[in-house]
């Protein structure tokens, strides 16, 4: 074997060895390659398939607690303005065992419109009694209301003295004005609904803030006592029951 017949075969076993080790490289190289591609994919179908929708939920979920305090805020506000509507009843004892006066008062910030007014009779058992009250406007002579109030506002001196008068109703409603002039605030009120009641057709169906309407009933039995429900609505169009006894339960819903 010649020198040159050596380097030839030792060139090509070389360029041989070569050959078969590229497609190794570059095996490898496509493999990495590969690997990167399905990490990209499975990264891609994390991002889209577990953190965008879990992170819109998220958000969701933020958005949606934010109502809902906005709205708790909103009905707290709501149902302080509604149970600021209050029904009521007292005993006029200056008319007789009889009679009653019911109230309805308005000391919320708005206007309240009254829808509707039931006014029932109780036994003493706290069992309902069917025509046990009705309404009694203007069923006692006006000189006698008037008559009955001064005596309440200023009993004595001045009860026969209005019992035998032949005023008109302005003489008796300045002599009232002058004697519940000294008394204290709240049993001055109290007289002033009672003779406001009695003379009352109606009941007044709108209320601005701050004030109220009254309304004389009577018993058919003294051992009754009155149960108020009212219907009514507040500016905001919501509407409302309550009773004289319980707290106000919206009826729109």
Same mark, same amino acid.
């Given at each position: 074997?010649?020198?040159?017949?050596? @380097?030839?075969?030792t060139?090509?076993?070389?360029a041989s060895d %070569?050959?078969?080790? /590229?497609p190794l490289?570059l095996q490898?190289t496509q493999?990495i390659?590969?690997?990167?591609t399905?990490?990209?994919v /499975?990264i891609? /179908? *994390?991002?889209?398939? @577990?953190?965008?929708?879990r992170?819109a939920g998220?958000?969701r979920q933020?958005?949606?607690?934010?109502?809902?305090? /906005?709205r708790?805020v909103? !009905?707290?506000?709501?149902?302080a303005?509604a149970?600021?509507?209050?029904?009521?009843c007292?005993?006029?004892?200056?008319f007789?065992d009889? !009679?009653w006066?019911?109230r309805?008062d308005n000391?919320? &910030?708005a206007v309240t419109t009254?829808?509707?007014?039931?006014?029932?009779a109780i036994?003493a058992?706290g069992?309902? @009694?069917? $025509?046990g =009250?009705?309404q009694a406007n &203007?069923?006692?002579?006006?000189?006698?209301?008037? $008559?009955?109030?001064?005596?309440?506002a200023?009993?004595?001196?001045l009860a026969?003295g %209005?019992q035998q008068?032949t %005023? $008109?109703?302005?003489t008796f409603?300045?002599? !009232?004005?002058?004697?519940?002039?000294?008394l204290p605030?709240?049993?001055?009120q109290?007289?002033r609904?009672?003779? @406001?009641g009695h %003379?009352?057709v109606? !009941?007044?169906?709108?209320l601005?803030?701050?004030q109220?309407?009254?309304?004389?009933?009577t018993?058919?039995?003294s $051992?009754y006592s009155?149960r108020?429900t009212?219907e009514y609505?507040?500016?905001a169009? *919501?509407?409302w029951?309550r009773t004289?006894s =319980?707290?106000?339960?919206?009826?729109?819903t």
């Amino acid at each position: 074997m010649t020198a040159l017949a050596f @380097v030839g075969r030792t060139t090509a076993q070389g360029a041989s060895d %070569f050959v078969d080790q /590229l497609p190794l490289w570059l095996q490898e190289t496509q493999a990495i390659s590969a690997v990167a591609t399905t990490l990209g994919v /499975l990264i891609a /179908l *994390y991002v889209a398939v @577990v953190r965008e929708p879990r992170k819109a939920g998220e958000e969701r979920q933020r958005h949606q607690a934010q109502i809902d305090a /906005l709205r708790r805020v909103h !009905w707290k506000r709501v149902a302080a303005q509604a149970r600021k509507v209050v029904p009521s009843c007292a005993r006029t004892p200056m008319f007789g065992d009889l !009679w009653w006066t019911v109230r309805i008062d308005n000391t919320s &910030n708005a206007v309240t419109t009254i829808l509707a007014v039931e006014v029932e009779a109780i036994d003493a058992n706290g069992i309902e @009694v069917p $025509d046990g =009250c009705r309404q009694a406007n &203007n069923t006692m002579p006006v000189g006698q209301a008037f $008559d009955r109030s001064v005596q309440a506002a200023q009993p004595g001196s001045l009860a026969g003295g %209005f019992q035998q008068s032949t %005023f $008109d109703e302005m003489t008796f409603a300045g002599a !009232w004005q002058r004697q519940s002039g000294r008394l204290p605030p709240a049993l001055k009120q109290a007289l002033r609904d009672a003779l @406001v009641g009695h %003379f009352a057709v109606e !009941w007044q169906r709108t209320l601005p803030p701050n004030q109220h309407t009254v309304m004389a009933y009577t018993t058919t039995k003294s $051992d009754y006592s009155l149960r108020v429900t009212i219907e009514y609505e507040d500016h905001a169009g *919501y509407q409302w029951r309550r009773t004289d006894s =319980c707290q106000p339960k919206r009826v729109d819903t």
